[in-house]
Structures are given as C-alpha cells and as structure tokens.
C-alpha cells in the first residue's frame, strides 16, 4: 500500500518548513462547522475549533459572505488612513465593554501582547512584568519573556524584567496560594503590570475563585500596576462569557484579543486599553501594515454579529455545564480522572496516573491518535495530561456528546500506569 496523500503533504511539511514542533496531527483538505477532512476523506468531530479560533464553526458562510462583499471595495487600506469597516469594528468592540475602552489595531495575538505590554511600560515608567508559570501568551520576543515557559527565557534576549507566579493547580496549590501570590506581588520589583489569562488554557483550563481574582486585581492597583487580560484564547464566547474575565467579577486595565475575533477567517487581533490610557499610544511603535485591514474587520463584525444573534455565547455556557456534569456522571468513580472543571465550552479532563502523578507523555499522546482513529480530533495539556475540551461554540449537541461518550469510553478502558507507550 502506497503513502497516503495526507502522508505525503506532511512529509513535504516537514522537508519544506521550519516550524517549532513537528507533530502534524491532521492534513486538513477542508473543513465546515465542526468537521474536518483529510484528504483521504476521512472526517473528524473537531474539540479543538484550531486551538480556540474558529468559535463560530470552520468557514462560517456568513462571514465568509462579508468577506466577498468587502473585496468587492477594497481588501486593503493603509494605517495611516481608515474606513468605515475599521472604525465600526472598533465602535463595537469597545461597546461590548460599555465603551470604557479604545482599541489598538494589530495583526496576531503575539503582536497584541506586545502592544500591551509597551502601554503598560510608558504609563507607569516601570519595566517589570509579572506573569504566570508555564503559561504561554505568543512567540514574539516579549510575549515569550512574559510567559512562564522557561524554555522560551534567556534565548534570544536575557529576561531581565520579568517574574512568573505559580499557577492555580489544585494538585499543589496550599490554602494560602492567594495570600502567597500577593505577598509575592507586594514585596518582588514594583510591575508595570500583572499578565494573565484568568482561565489559563495551554497549562489544562486552571483557574481559581473570584475573590482570588479580585483581590489580585487590588493588589496590583495597590502597587502601581495595570492588570493585563489575555483574552487571545479565552474571548468571544469561550468560557460561557463574552470574555473569560467576566467571570470573575474584574475590570482590567488592557485587554488582548485574537484568535477567535474572527473564527480563523482572516488574520485580526487587537488591545482594548481603558480611555486614561490612550495618551500613551503615540508614534511608530503602534504602527502595524497589515492590522484592521477593512477585509479583516469585515470578517470580525460579522463574526460578532453572527454570534449574538445565534447566542452562542449564552450556548456555550448552557452547553458547556450539561457537558462537565455529564462527564463528572460518567468519570466520577476512574481512579485516573483527577477532575473536570472548566466554564462554558472551555472544559478540562485531568488526568494521573495511579499515584496522582502527570501521564507520561507518550501515553496520552497513544490514546489522542486512537481517538482520532475514531474520528475525534481532540488536543491535550503536557503541563496537567489534561484533555481539552474546546469545541466550536455551535456543534450540534448530538455531535458533540457523541464524541464526548468515546472519550468516556477510552478513559474508562485505559490504563495510565504504564511506562512506556
């Protein structure tokens, strides 16, 4: 039997790109609401939505009709012009907050997260930020020092400015995690800002109480500090609110936007910075060529409109309870299942294996690619061995309990003790 097609295109991948991992899961040929296509015709449930983007289903036809619509006009407009497109995105993502906000136009996440951080720095005067342990907010150069991924520090620039708290992982936190995070805040260097996603999602959909959140928030205030919201993987509808933060009962200071803004139409991000703060974005350092090109902001008002008229926001967090208490009936009683948590549609299976210890590797990595075997494209947490739940914001309920019941399954006949896959 010869090399697959999807083989093949992989295989090329990988002769032809330079890219920072090379586990290809899928060769996808095309995709629609929550399906995928290889190219051999084979297709799966996707529980990724690419990884918190495409919330509105893959190749939405909606916004993908906006989109024609615009290149009809014009797909380009330089930043140092504007249009209508440009400017009613903007209207409406700050009305979304009650027009508390102003918005920087940017390109990718990466990109936003450094807009944030260089508004942060200018209006306090300080250049330390403090992040979070193993959490990742983009690629670029500061996001990376920013994050808490050690293996990203002290590569390309050393990590001078930057301090990382521990996680809210409830396999090691103590009693007092809150009063040690403030403390830490407290006594380590005065922070241009604190950054976080308050629903952490690489590190297993971690995330605490909110009064932990609020007084996080006040003790930042305290110090002279912004709080910085990333918002790339957890906005526009994903965690059961429009944004994972209104969860938890905190207004930041700047909020960073990407990934799902246009559910992975056409490339857009952006920062919502509170209105005091709009003195501090002069000059070239906030130019970016190709942001809130008017196509782009076609396909992120549509995207927005499509979502509050079909309510996926309240669906997500109505779908994604019925989902957690499923899972919990059926899981309750696996030894390997440490917890599930998550809000709306951004849910988490926490595994261990029988000393309540992190899956090896390889292990759940064997049971992912079996899973898709049976068509179910689904991703995990190395941090936690936690599976990610994170499936377009309208998949048909059937569907997705459908997958759900052969996740169930292949937990309930796995064994996670075993050294070696």
């Known amino acids: 039997m010869g090399v697959s097609i999807s083989d093949d295109i992989i295989k090329r ?41 495409t919330n509105a289903g893959w190749n939405n036809p909606t916004i993908i009709s906006a989109v024609k619509k615009q290149f009809s006009k014009t797909a380009y ?23 508390e906000y102003r918005t920087i136009c940017c390109v990718t996440g990466s990109e936003a997260v450094e807009m944030a951080l260089k508004v942060a720095r200018r209006a306090t005067g300080r250049f330390h930020v403090t992040g979070f ?52 805040i407290k006594t380590g260097p005065p922070p241009a800002a604190v950054l976080m996603e308050t629903i952490f999602t690489n590190p297993g959909i971690l995330y605490s109480a909110p009064p932990f959140y609020r007084e996080l928030y006040n003790t930042v205030k305290r110090v002279g500090g912004l709080f910085i919201a990333d918002e790339v993987a957890t906005g526009f509808g994903r965690a059961g609110k429009f944004f994972a933060f209104q969860n938890f009962d905190i207004q930041p200071d700047i909020i960073v936007l990407g990934k799902a803004i246009t559910s992975g139409v056409m490339p857009l991000a952006a920062v919502l910075i509170k209105k005091e ?33 079909k309510m996926l926001v309240e669906r997500s967090e109505s779908l ?39 899956v090896e590797y390889g292990i759940l ?38 997958a759900l019941d052969k996740i169930i399954s292949k937990i309930l006949n796995y064994n996670f003790d075993v050294t070696k896959a």
Not at 140 to 164: I, Y
Not at 331 to 347: P, T
């Open 277 to 309: 703060l709009h003195t501090y974005v002069k000059g070239m350092g906030f130019h970016s060529t190709y942001a809130f090109t008017p196509a782009s902001c076609s396909a992120a008002i549509a995207n927005i409109n499509y979502m509050q008229d």
């Open 77 to 99: 407009c330089p930043n140092w012009c504007t249009n209508n497109e440009r400017v009613e995105l903007a209207e409406k993502l700050n009305g979304l907050l009650n027009d």
């Open 365 to 402: 990595n064997k049971m992912l690619f079996e899973l898709m075997d049976e068509g179910v494209f689904v991703e995990r947490s190395a941090y936690t061995s936690t599976i990610l739940i994170m499936p377009p914001l309208n998949i048909p309920r059937k569907l997705l309990l459908e």
């Open 13 to 53: 991948d990988l002769a032809s790109i330079s890219r920072g991992s090379i586990r290809i899961p899928l060769a996808i040929e095309s995709a629609s609401g929550s399906v995928l296509k290889n190219y051999e015709g084979k297709t799966y449930t996707d529980l990724t939505a690419g990884w918190n983007v």
């Open 133 to 184: 342990e193993n959490s990742y907010h983009g690629c670029t150069l500061g996001a990376m020092l920013a994050g808490g991924f050690k293996s990203l520090h002290d590569k390309d620039v050393p990590n001078n400015f930057h301090a990382h708290l521990p996680l809210p992982d409830n396999k090691k936190i103590t009693e007092n995690y809150g009063a040690e995070i403030k403390h830490a």
């Open 320 to 358: 994604g309870e019925e989902c957690r208490k499923y899972l919990g009936r059926h899981l309750h009683n696996c030894k390997y299942v440490f917890e599930v948590r998550g809000k709306g549609l951004s849910i988490g299976i926490e595994l261990v294996d029988s000393q309540k210890n992190v």
